[in-house]
């Protein structure tokens, strides 16, 4: 499952190294953008990834000060 480029980039190479590791006999089956369809997905749902905004994962640290343990 991919809802970004970045996922969609990163789904193709793992399916890359499982078709590898498993003498191409591993099947794909989900939604996901082009990369993914490149490496044999069977997507289930047909949509363009351009059309979901990217879901930027930010975090939030307090910083600590000087006196603090």
Request: net charge negative.
């Amino acid at each position: 499952m991919a809802n970004s480029r970045q996922h969609d980039v990163v789904g193709a190479r793992v399916m890359q190294k499982l078709r590898e590791v498993s003498d191409d006999s591993v099947e794909f089956t989900g939604y996901g953008g082009e990369w993914m369809k490149k490496e044999k997905l069977d997507p289930i749902l047909e949509f363009d990834l351009e059309m979901i905004p990217d879901k930027t994962f930010v975090t939030y640290r307090k910083g600590r000060n000087m006196n603090e343990h």
